[in-house]
């Protein structure tokens, strides 16, 4: 995989992306550049311009909310209105080099069926979401005996679009039942530090707040 460009501390981009979504740096340098990407729930598109940016991606999107897509627009980005568990089936096979999930699986209907659609369109799959596992979630469920809320996940369960949390063993236990193999696993603290990729499973889920996941099929 080719280095990512050093990047410049003083780069609006990259203050927006680590200040409000610590994980994307590290998400957009799994993506070779000159790739053709397309971001599954893209929101405001803060993903697909950093990758424009610093990648010369060819960049798509597909976001659920009228909102997200007019940010999109307004960056210059070509992204669609649509979801990921009806759209995704109107796209080629292999049209993409990676398709991505940043943030978006949890809100799904079906992940397994969402999964094997963005593998199917995508040589590659990225996939990052809260891990349910995480010490504090276990915590608060131990001695609230109330559904967590954290900064990641800020709203209450009744009012929140994530339909199906899951842990990072939930996650590996699904895609090895898919036949899916895991290229990497990226785990996350709450302060958007790196936990080993060298520890073990047990230890990824129990402290890492977020995971990213490279994925290719077998």
Request: without cysteine; glycine residues 10%.
């Given at each position: 995989m080719n280095a990512a460009p050093p990047m410049d501390p003083d780069d609006p981009i990259r203050t927006m992306a680590l200040t409000e979504r610590r994980d994307l740096q590290l998400l957009a340098d799994l993506i070779e550049p000159n790739s053709r990407v397309l971001d599954v729930g893209c929101s405001d598109g803060t993903l697909l311009k950093i990758l424009e940016s610093r990648h010369g991606i060819d960049g798509r999107g597909i976001e659920l909310s009228q909102r997200g897509v007019n940010e999109c627009v307004a960056k210059g980005l070509a992204v669609v209105q649509g979801d990921a568990d009806h759209d995704l089936g109107n796209y080629p096979d292999a049209a993409f080099d990676y398709v991505v999930l940043s943030q978006t699986i949890q809100a799904t209907h079906n992940p397994r069926a969402v999964l094997d659609q963005m593998l199917r369109?995508?040589?590659?799959?990225?996939?990052?979401?809260?891990?349910?596992?995480?010490?504090?979630?276990?915590?608060?469920?131990?001695?609230?005996?109330?559904?967590?809320?954290?900064?990641?996940?800020p709203v209450s369960w009744y009012a929140t679009a994530n339909i199906h949390f899951c842990t990072i063993r939930d996650f590996v236990e699904l895609?090895?039942?898919?036949?899916?193999?895991?290229?990497?696993?990226?785990?996350?603290?709450?302060?958007?530090?790196?936990?080993?990729?060298?520890?073990?499973?047990?230890?990824?889920?129990?402290?890492?707040?977020?995971?990213?996941?490279?994925?290719?099929?077998?």
């Open positions: 369109i995508g040589r590659r799959g990225i996939v990052s979401f809260p891990n349910f596992g995480y010490w504090r979630m276990r915590w608060q469920l131990l001695t609230r005996g109330r559904m967590p809320v954290t900064e990641h996940l895609v090895e039942d898919m036949g899916v193999r895991i290229d990497r696993l990226i785990a996350l603290d709450a302060a958007g530090h790196r936990i080993s990729e060298n520890a073990s499973l047990r230890r990824l889920n129990l402290f890492g707040e977020q995971a990213i996941f490279l994925l290719s099929k077998e």
